[in-house]
């Protein structure tokens, strides 16, 4: 059974940092791209960032410069380190794992207050 949890979301000032964290279990995590998406209330859902199996990462133009994504194999583990953040980044951030099919996590909300 394939599981991807999201962790720490939450409040914060804009201007301020977060770290999301995807635990994922039933997966070959090395061979999967794993990423964000994000899905602001009212608005379609988005592509945050993604991370290749061999690292290489890519960003919505929206958070280039702000936010970073990492993985951490050894852990099963993706991150997505946000700065600078805004009261547009305010959404439910939903992990993603991609290889041959779409695995989604239940999403973790992030509010950031003007």
């Known amino acids: 059974q394939v599981q991807l949890v999201e962790s720490g979301g939450g409040l914060v000032q804009a201007g301020g940092s977060l770290r999301l964290s995807c635990r994922a279990s039933g997966i070959i995590f090395s061979d999967n791209a794993m990423g964000w998406y994000r899905q602001a209330p009212g608005k379609q859902r988005e592509l945050v960032a993604i991370?290749?199996?061999?690292?290489?990462?890519n960003y919505a133009d929206s958070v280039k410069g702000r936010f970073i994504i990492s993985r951490d194999n050894a852990n099963n583990t993706v991150y997505l380190q946000m700065n600078s953040l805004k009261p547009e980044d305010t959404a439910v951030y939903y992990c993603y794992a991609r290889r041959v099919r779409v695995y989604w996590g239940e999403g973790t909300l992030v509010t950031v207050s003007s």
């Open positions: 991370i290749g199996s061999g690292g290489t990462s």
